[in-house]
T-cell receptor
Framework: GQNIDQPTEMTATEGAIVQINCTYQ??????LFWYQQHAGEAPTFLSY????GLEEKGRFSSFLSRSKGYSYLLLKELQMKDSASYLC???????????FGSGTRLSIRP | DGGITQSPKYLFRKEGQNVTLSCEQN?????MYWYRQDPGQGLRLIYY???????QKGDIAEGYSVSREKKESFPLTVTSAQKNPTAFYLC???????????FGPGTRLLVL
């Protein structure tokens, strides 16, 4: 199997920092996606990590450790509009497909 | 503007009826995908196509059918054999040698 595990729900405060973790199975793994999905809308692409390390893109950063099968999405200076589900997804080149996690529903409180 | 369009936004199906969901892209992407999303769930792959006139079953293909006669279009038919079709259906495409998939706005299918 190619299970993707991430927390179901998280809550954070406006202006704060939150880290959403994701673990995946490493066999055949090529890269790790993060998507943002607001309720009732389509997922939008946030990041794709292939190499180990942290990649920063404005208020959002994504980290990958290939040897540990672990990634996280870091959101800084949280805004109310960041309330959404965040989907972790792993690309397996051996199967030529992306496997999606169930998503982490992030709620931001004032 | 380049992008992926899906229609309709909402679709109602009667018992025993086949319905077809449209997906069109003008990104010149070779690969297209159909996913199903149930409430609180991740995306599950129904069918995908990496090139015109070719497609493969995903993880939950039973009760669905597709065609890929044109590069721009990848319609999905939900047949009467799909006993639990109520879900949010998302179409995606990828291309230019990249793995990143870009999604259309989705179609919400409801059974009457």
């Amino acid at each position: 199997g190619q299970n993707i595990d991430q927390p179901t729900e998280m809550t954070a405060t406006e202006g704060a920092i939150v880290q959403i973790n994701c673990t995946y199975q490493t066999s055949g793994f090529n890269g790790l996606f993060w998507y943002q999905q607001h309720a009732g809308e389509a997922p939008t692409f946030l990041s794709y990590n292939v190499l180990d390390g942290l990649e920063e893109k404005g208020r959002f950063s994504s980290f990958l450790s290939r040897s540990k099968g672990y990634s996280y999405l870091l959101l800084k200076e949280l805004q109310m509009k960041d309330s959404a589900s965040y989907l972790c997804a792993a690309y397996y080149s051996s199967a030529s497909k992306i496997i999606f996690g169930s998503g982490t529903r992030l709620s931001i409180r004032p | 503007d380049g992008g992926i369009t899906q229609s309709p936004k909402y679709l109602f199906r009667k018992e025993g009826q086949n319905v077809t969901l449209s997906c069109e892209q003008n990104l010149n992407h070779d690969a297209m995908y159909w996913y199903r999303q149930d409430p609180g769930q991740g995306l599950r792959l129904i069918y995908y196509s990496q090139i015109v006139n070719d497609f493969q079953k995903g993880d939950i293909a039973e009760g669905y059918s597709v065609s890929r006669e044109k590069k721009e279009s990848f319609p999905l038919t939900v047949t009467s054999a799909q006993k639990n079709p109520t879900a949010f259906y998302l179409c995606a495409s990828s291309g230019d040698g990249q793995e990143t998939q870009y999604f259309g706005p989705g179609t919400r299918l409801l059974v009457l």
